[in-house]
């Protein structure tokens, strides 16, 4: 079992910026994918970005030179770095660790960006 507590969350003005973070507990392979996904009203989950343990990275489309993801191995942690915040941004943000058969996810942290 694999535990993921996010953190970052909140209400941003359209132009800031918010950092989101998820530690990773349990039982945790060294070689994994991190990841944050969103959902917004109304949608399906999305990829956001993802990042292997050895630092590849992978992005949508919709947020490559906006958003920024990176890890800490020493604390398994993930990051997501996002500027230039608009409201098509807001979604409930979920953090994912995945590896082979194993899948597991965050209880999600809101996003809101409004003015």
């Known amino acids: 079992q694999v535990q993921l507590v996010e953190s970052g969350g909140g209400l941003v003005q359209p132009g800031g910026s918010l950092r989101l973070s998820c530690a990773a507990s349990?039982?945790?392979?060294?070689?994994?994918?991190m990841g944050w996904y969103r959902q917004a009203p109304g949608k399906e989950r999305e990829l956001v970005a993802a990042i292997t343990s050895g630092g590849s990275t992978n992005y949508a489309d919709s947020v490559k030179g906006q958003f920024t993801i990176s890890r800490d191995n020493a604390k398994n942690t993930v990051y997501l770095q996002m500027n230039s915040l608009k409201p098509e941004d807001t979604a409930v943000y979920y953090c994912?660790?995945?590896?082979?058969?194993?899948?597991?996810w965050g209880q999600g942290t809101q996003v809101t960006v409004s003015s």
């Open positions: 349990g039982s945790i392979f060294s070689v994994n994918v």
């Open positions: 994912n660790w995945h590896w082979s058969t194993y899948n597991y």
